[in-house]
């Protein structure tokens, strides 16, 4: 889920990382104190129009939902089913599930509050602010001679070693697939076999590449990889007023002075 800003993102969401992160971590939480509908309406209509100004492309929102599917909403209907299965045939109160259809629904859709909120939060604050907020709320371990900032240029290191393999892998498969497709006959096994060999190579390189990241981390200037700095302008003070007037009128919502 972490990305580098892009030209596509607005200049109204390139604010700054520590406030930014303390917005997103508020609305987060927010979802498990409704008590109203209009209140989960408002937060959608809110996150949608940060993902307006966002500019985020529709195809990373696409993958994120296929992802949120996958990692999440796949696996949670798969133990409500086996959960059901296993109480339909033993009677087992154990295993008698007392929410229902709407519970359900709720649950899952804080669970992808969380999921989205976290692709905005990375898709429109650089990596570098990230790890650079990450040392500076590390700074305690620092103290006591942890090597934070090593163990932050090996993820630096790790990322950037990741996007070129990720470019040569996707170059490989392509080819290796193109072939496979053309092929007749006994040509494919002879397609499949390369296809396996071309994986292997790429296992065995990744090890090599293991030894770059190490010369990277011993060699690099950890200022020259990430940094953060607080910074209060007016763009800040737009996004965190309008966060107050957002959160003001779900309080309103939920003590029942509007609907």
Same mark, same amino acid.
């Not at 295993?95 to 359900?104: M, V």
């Given at each position: 889920?972490?990305?580098?800003?892009?030209?596509?993102?607005?200049?109204?969401?390139?604010?700054?990382?520590? =406030?930014?992160?303390?917005?997103?971590?508020?609305?987060?939480?927010?979802?498990?104190?409704?008590? &109203?509908?209009?209140?989960?309406?408002?937060?959608?209509?809110?996150?949608?129009?940060?993902?307006?100004?966002?500019? =985020?492309?529709?195809?990373?929102?696409?993958?994120?939902?296929?992802?949120?599917?996958?990692? *999440?909403?796949?696996?949670?209907?798969?133990?409500?089913?086996?959960?059901?299965?296993?109480?339909?045939?033993?009677?087992?109160?154990?295993?008698? #599930?007392?929410?229902?259809?709407?519970?359900?629904?709720?649950?899952?859709?804080?669970?992808? =509050?969380?999921?989205? *909120?976290?692709?905005?939060?990375?898709?429109?604050?650089?990596?570098?602010?990230?790890?650079?907020?990450?040392?500076?709320?590390?700074?305690?371990?620092?103290?006591?001679?942890?090597?934070?900032?090593?163990?932050?240029?090996?993820?630096?290191?790790?990322? =950037?070693?990741?996007?070129?393999?990720?470019?040569?892998?996707? &170059?490989?498969?392509?080819?290796?697939?193109?072939?496979?497709?053309?092929?007749?006959?006994?040509?494919?096994?002879?397609?499949?076999?390369?296809?396996?060999?071309?994986?292997?190579?790429?296992?065995?390189?990744?090890?090599?590449?293991?030894? &770059?990241?190490?010369?990277?981390?011993?060699?690099?200037?950890?200022?020259?990889?990430?940094? #953060?700095?607080?910074?209060?302008?007016?763009?800040?003070?737009? *996004?965190?007023?309008?966060? *107050?007037?957002?959160?003001?009128?779900?309080?309103?919502?939920?003590?029942? #002075?509007?609907?």
């Amino acid at each position: 889920m972490i990305s580098v800003n892009t030209p596509e993102t607005a200049e109204f969401l390139e604010v700054d990382g520590l =406030i930014k992160f303390i917005i997103a971590t508020l609305v987060t939480v927010m979802p498990f104190f409704f008590l &109203k509908t209009m209140s989960f309406v408002m937060l959608s209509i809110y996150l949608l129009l940060v993902t307006y100004l966002s500019r =985020i492309k529709p195809r990373t929102l696409l993958i994120s939902a296929a992802s949120y599917f996958m990692v *999440v909403l796949m696996p949670y209907l798969f133990g409500l089913l086996m959960n059901a299965l296993i109480y339909s045939f033993s009677n087992n109160e154990l295993f008698s #599930y007392q929410q229902g259809p709407n519970e359900i629904f709720l649950r899952l859709f804080k669970l992808l =509050i969380i999921w989205y *909120v976290s692709i905005l939060y990375f898709h429109t604050t650089p990596l570098k602010t990230v790890l650079g907020l990450l040392d500076k709320c590390l700074t305690p371990l620092k103290l006591v001679g942890v090597p934070v900032a090593d163990y932050l240029k090996v993820v630096m290191g790790s990322v =950037i070693e990741l996007k070129e393999m990720g470019a040569e892998i996707m &170059k490989s498969l392509e080819e290796s697939v193109r072939s496979v497709v053309r092929g007749r006959g006994g040509k494919f096994n002879i397609n499949i076999k390369g296809l396996s060999q071309i994986i292997v190579s790429l296992i065995v390189n990744s090890f090599g590449r293991l030894d &770059k990241i190490e010369r990277f981390v011993e060699q690099a200037n950890s200022d020259d990889l990430y940094h #953060y700095s607080f910074k209060l302008t007016s763009r800040e003070m737009v *996004v965190v007023l309008s966060f *107050v007037l957002f959160t003001s009128l779900v309080f309103m919502v939920e003590k029942g #002075y509007w609907f």
